[in-house]
């Protein structure tokens, strides 16, 4: 039985791969940041929900292997996404855009510890998810070539956007139109350096900084309501979707080029 189900999850690993991020996407709202991770329903008990998901997920489908839970490449991999240095100050600042800063009122120390604990949560549940899991199913049944690699990026990229589309509940249209195009943009540089660097805690360690910096003021402070994002204008919509995607496709891009061409042959990186 269980064979005949992974055959069926490899021939159809797209409609899978939607499927599952749907499953988890439905287990998370479940939940809701409620400051109560022991007897709550904190968000904190969703990721480790999907994390465990996922890692089971990865093993009875036999990609622990390539899924990049080791310490080599860790470093290679902090490199490769030191592009996300820029795009987490950005975010920092486009975060906290019309912000009084003078009038924030800190919530608690204890508030802020967990708000730290989600945020690596968070990085393990969505690298875990989508890359190790996602993009890693879809290169095995893929292939490992240039555009064979490409075409597993861009769809585990789209899963990646379109997994934010819930925010609407409370964003407005403009704002998450924002949010699902950049990720999917920052889906890809994630998948890039998972790709090069065969490594899965690097992202882990990136996603979840980038995170922290951008939503530690709106998360950990009373007053941190920002302008930008309740009235979002379509101009500054356009150009917020043209600074946050371009600098990652592009630095995708180059790591993957290079990648290939400094394999010898040009054949591209062995998984």
């Not at 929900?49 to 902090?78: E, H, M, N, P």
């Not at 660097?197 to 530690?216: E, M, R, Y």
């Not at 356009?238 to 630095?251: D, E, F, K, M, Q």
């Not at 042959?265 to 062995?270: A, D, F, L, S, V």
Request: hydrophobic letters at 50%; aromatic letters at 10%; glycine letters at 10%.
């Amino acid at each position: 039985m269980d064979k005949r189900i992974i055959k069926f999850v490899n021939r159809h690993i797209i409609l899978c791969s939607i499927g599952i991020s749907f499953l988890f996407l439905s287990v998370s709202s479940l939940f809701s940041w409620d400051g109560n991770p022991v007897m709550g329903l904190d968000k904190l008990c969703a990721d480790a929900i999907i994390v465990l998901g996922s890692l089971l997920l990865i093993r009875w489908l036999g990609l622990q292997d390539t899924a990049g839970f080791t310490k080599k490449g860790y470093g290679k991999g902090l490199w490769y996404g030191s592009p996300f240095l820029v795009i987490g100050a950005a975010s920092v600042f486009v975060s906290n855009m019309g912000i009084d800063i003078s009038a924030l009122t800190h919530i608690s120390v204890a508030n802020s510890v967990l708000f730290t604990i989600n945020m690596i949560f968070v990085g393990m549940n969505e690298e875990i998810w989508m890359r190790a899991l996602v993009l890693n199913a879809l290169m095995k049944k893929y292939g490992t070539s240039y555009s064979e690699i490409w075409k597993s990026l861009l769809v585990s990229a789209l899963i990646f956007g379109a997994i934010h589309l819930p925010n609407l509940i409370f964003m407005n249209p403009l704002t998450l139109l924002v949010q699902v195009v950049n990720a999917a943009a920052g889906g890809m540089l994630f998948g890039a350096v998972f790709i090069r660097s065969k490594n899965i805690w690097a992202g882990i360690s990136i996603h979840a900084l980038v995170d922290w910096c951008s939503l530690f003021i709106g998360n950990c402070f009373l007053g941190a309501e920002t302008i930008i994002s309740m009235k979002m204008t379509i101009p500054q919509a356009a150009i917020l979707i043209v600074c946050g995607s371009l600098p990652p496709i592009l630095t995708a891009w180059l790591l993957l080029r290079n990648g290939f061409r400094n394999e010898s042959g040009g054949q591209g990186e062995n998984r």
